[in-house]
């Protein structure tokens, strides 16, 4: 199950990228996200976490350079948050690979539907949360940034620390 919604990620994620460049007819862009989501996947199937991790991060840098260059905003988002998906649902195949030699299989399944919980919440609150950046632009000082900046590193290490204590 997690090795098929990883690759669902991926190809999400390379789907994403070419629709965004593809709309502009920047079709070296598009093709270099499809590269990536390609060499992605044949990492992940022959299990070569080096080659996945180059994937992640020419998936990443063509995110970035197409946040720079006029494209459509929405394929972006989704290509970012389908990356970052499927980043952890290798790294959580990864981790379950190790655990299924010592652990019963009802408590890895319960593990799995922990974890794809809350990766759904968090991928969903941050895809919120982009949409809502991309659409109200607000301008204030630098007062401001550095106040709303704080409150969200407050904020996140909250939910970290809650998130910790709840899966102990």
């Known amino acids: 199950m997690i090795a098929r ?3 669902a990620a991926i190809v999400a994620a390379a789907g994403a990228l070419a629709w965004a460049y593809g709309a502009r007819g920047i079709w070296v862009g598009a093709a270099v996200g499809c590269g990536a989501g390609a060499l992605w996947l044949a990492g992940l199937w022959r ?3 080096r080659v996945s991790a180059l994937a992640l991060a020419a998936c990443l840098g063509t995110i970035v350079i197409g946040a720079t260059l006029p494209l459509p905003i929405w394929p972006l988002l989704l290509g970012l948050i389908a990356t970052l998906a499927a980043w952890d649902l290798e790294h959580l195949a990864a981790r379950l690979r190790y655990a299924r030699s010592d652990t019963a299989a009802p408590e890895v ?3 799995q539907r922990c974890h ?3 990766l ?4 969903g609150v941050g895809g ?3 949409a809502v950046a991309a659409t109200w632009q607000v301008r204030f000082g630098l007062e401001v940034a550095f106040l709303l900046g704080a409150l969200a590193v407050f904020g996140l290490s909250r939910a970290l620390r809650f998130m910790r204590r709840e899966s102990d």
Do not use: D, E, M, N
Not at 120 to 123: E, I, L, P, Y
């Open 116 to 118: 794809l919980a809350r």
């Open 47 to 49: 299990q070569r976490r």
């Open 128 to 130: 919120v949360l982009a």
């Open 120 to 123: 759904g919440a968090v991928s």
């Open 5 to 7: 919604l990883t690759t």
């Open 109 to 111: 399944r319960a593990l």
